[in-house]
């Protein structure tokens, strides 16, 4: 760099370097870092080679901490459908949906139904926030996955209406935005799971907590278990009335 080249311009080059080596500085910069502040602080000092070796090991440590946050394999979501359809014998399907109808308030809408169409559980909550619609969205997924966990379901297809989302995720695409932090908390939570699998219905297909996210809860969050209220009764039958075996309850 010259001396009229400020830090911020050094970084944004970084981008035409491989990225292993962009890994690599950023681990020597941060160790620069350190040993600045324990020269300064305890008047002590490390040799270079010891402290490149360090940034050797941070970097293969990196990767291997990658490896097990991210250990789903990245796969393309199957094709979009235009309905809702039941997920396979032994497996859950979980949807999620929001709703910014009312400025300054986001809702959430989750619902999880087996192989037969019965409904596991139906929820609604309200949170007060300016969220992007992206972010509103990953929001609802990160909430779907904690409800699974919290449901003690082991074997999930999750499903919603945002594409864009829904194709990062697939592909553990985690960059540096307000977004990214969303999506990280989402495949962290997702690796614990005996198997999780992303896919993208079209809104007709989502109808179903589409209305559940704009229903206001008695407070600021509302479980259903082994129903869903009267107001998205009507919804839940169309998408599953061709099912003659699937068990149906509608809360009073």
Known sequence: MDASSSMCEVIERWAR???KVRIKGAFLLWSMWGERNNKVFNDKTTPHQVLLSRVARYVDEQGKYAQTIYMRKPSEPAGSSKRWCVPPDGLYKINVDVSLAVEGWIGLGVIARNHEGGVLFTTTRRVRA?????????????????????????????????????NRLSKNAIYLS???????????SCASFSSFHWSHVKRDGNFVVHHLAKLIPFGVEQIWENHYPSEVAPYVLMTICPLSNATLSVSP
Not at 151 to 166: K, P
Not at 178 to 188: G, P, S
């Open 17 to 19: 370097l491989e990225e």
């Open 130 to 166: 300016h969220w992007t619609p992206e972010i509103a969205e990953a929001k609802a997924i990160e909430w779907g996955v904690r409800l699974g966990r919290r449901f003690g379901l082991q074997d999930i297809i999750l499903e919603s209406d945002c594409q864009s989302v829904i």
């Open 178 to 188: 307000d977004l990214d932090n969303v999506l990280t908390n989402i495949l962290v």
